[in-house]
């Protein structure tokens, strides 16, 4: 089973995803969790680690088991500081932004 | 989880988690505070006054697009009584500014501000694609600093501007605050954190010790950089975040993850930094007040016999004799400037350019072409 959810790469996260702006995954459910569950911000987050392709641009977006600091991440536009953070639980269709505060001026 | 209710208005949920106070805000509220904080910031640190000719140093990044929205926003609503201009630099870094630049003709008929634009290359004769083919990678952004806080001077100047407003953020102050700590730099320390500079009258220096013919405010200095992320994503504002061709991007790298993993520990750490320099009342060594006259070369304002700028255009001209034929590299003075200040013609060509040079294919990253 596998969650469908829209992530968006921007303020200069696109440029270590091919330039990918919106995007459309497809992310397994864990056996932990049943499908109604959905998938949590962390398995997310390790799904789209794999799709990084040059491993010193991993840590342009991700520190640890979650993002570097100076990098947003809005759930459905949400801050996902309020939604639980590492934690939030990401259902059919929920959109998630991540937005990186660290590029230009 | 759902998110709380907004701690302002209780009636909406919350979208934001403000950074300094930790406090959960709806969007609506979030704007209205954002707003009500910068204009807190202008009123008591007395940034503009009534007939004040604002050119507002616009480069298409997220802080000086945010910086623009939200003056026009301000003057609109509280009588500012100013007029604010976007100037724009034009560095001469083929895929790089000729991008940002869109998005800055784009502000100019969003925003309603008219746009000029200043290039190096007309400045200084020296575009900086030229630049780096003659001095390499190395030393190149230091080329590009005092080029540009020149060029946006003269810029302004050239505009009949009374004052430059620039986007620096609470992260970028307290980041320079830390650098000349590490550095033990406490006369830049005592000036790098105020909200203005040259405004009492003192001619305007900067956080890097250069003199500015023209006062300097930054109405964003206490505003967190999330924050202004989190504005121009509910306001939908258009920016421009490639990163420039030709920085290292590490230079201030480390000092720049210090200031964010404080602010995850402790919200109002970062405004603390900068607070805390604020408050020292640092006594500035005696000697290192720099005498103001005009440089021999090219009559700039300057704290030297020969300004930064023409020092480093002579050491251009060492690596590339014969390369300006014409005459020694000099910036051109006012009125030469003020002749080759065809900005607008300017504007409409590097747009042409832009435009055509993803060939409309669709794999252009900039969002104005896209949205095209
Ligand atoms: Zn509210
Ligand atoms: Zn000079």
New interface residues.
Partial sequence: MSTRLFVEFTGGLEAIFDNQKQTEQHVATESSQTPQEGVSMRTLLRHLGKQIKKPQDVQLMLAGDTVRPGVLVLVNETDWELTGGIDTMLNDGDCVAFVSTLHGG | ????LCSACASA?????RPATRT?VC?ACFIAQFEEEVHATIVSASLFAPGDRVAIGA??????TVLAYVLGELNKRHNYGIELLLLSIDEGIAGYRDD?LMTVVQNETDYNMPLSVVSYKQLYGWSMDEIVKAVGLRNNCTFCGVFRRQALDRGAELLGATKVAT??NA??AAETVLLNVTRGDTARLARCASASTGLSGDRAAGDEGEVSSLPRVKPLMRTY??D???YA?FNRLK?????CTYAPGAARGHV??FV??I??LRGDAVMSVVGSAEDMHVVAPKTTAPKLGKCRVCGYLASRPVCKACDLLRELDRKLPGRRAESASAPLNNSEAAAAFDARKLVVERAGNASTACGGGG?C?NEVCNKA
Avoid: C, Q
């Fill in positions: 989880m759902a998110p709380p949920p919350a979208a934001a988690l959960p969007r480069s298409g990044g997220k802080d000086s940002s986007g620096h992260d970028d950089e999330k202004i992320v989190l994503r920016y421009f975040s490639t990163e720049r993850d964010k993993n602010e995850r794999v990253t």
